[in-house]
């Protein structure tokens, strides 16, 4: 029970990471605040995280809009009485390609998603955080940002965590002095939904089996598996938990050993 008895937010809850994240949070013994732009995708998420509706909360929330976060960081002060940690899986990768290629009005949109919404969203959480002596935050990067996949481009999608790790080291010093900790995760290849949409993808265009595909990527890593937005969610955990108390200012790849630093 890492998080018993805290106040977690989790951004951008729909069917994948963000379930996964939220889920890994009340079976640790977490309040969870949900955040998401669907409100029929997050009441479906909480009812299935949490029947009983006693530990979760959710409300819309678009996080490229500042009077969005501050709600739902105000929510979590009202049904729950702090914040004690913020998971951000909100972001868009949608859009795919390189430079050559590029449209830049959606690539701002991208960067004004996935930097400057997860910003507005940490801001929105400062005030309860230090009031109540501390907290974490804990940031959902790519493996992208560091090392580019051969499969697909995601320059705008990449570029922008690659922002966001960068924010990660300065925002780890600012805040310290009031015990928040700043860390982010980044996946590689998980299996979850869109990884599953790659893979059909593939097969179908290839003409050749989902295992096949499967394979292959599974032979890019260190162990014989993906790793899943399960283990994603379990590394968040730990990071938002006093167990890393005396980390901050890091990033860890789940990755399953495709690419070691």
Known sequence: MLLRDKTVIVSGVGAGLGHRVAAACVQDGARVVLGAR?????????????????RTAWRATDIADEEQCTALAGLAVERFGGIDAVIHVAALDGHLGGLRDADFDAWRQVVDVNLFGTLRMTRACL???TAGGGGSVVMIGTQSSVAAPSQVQQAAYAASKGGLVS??????RELGPDRIRVNTVQPGWMWGPPVEGYVRYAAQTEGVPESEVLDRLAGRMALPD????GDVAEAAVFLASDRARAITGQSLLVNAGELMR
Do not use: C, F, K, V
Request: glycine share 4%; charged share 15%.
């Open 226 to 229: 993906l790793a899943t937005d």
């Open 167 to 172: 924010a990660m080291y300065s925002l780890a």
């Open 127 to 129: 005030p309860a955080m």
């Open 38 to 54: 669907t409100e029929q995708n997050l009441a479906a998420a909480a009812a299935r995280i949490d029947a009983s509706g006693e």
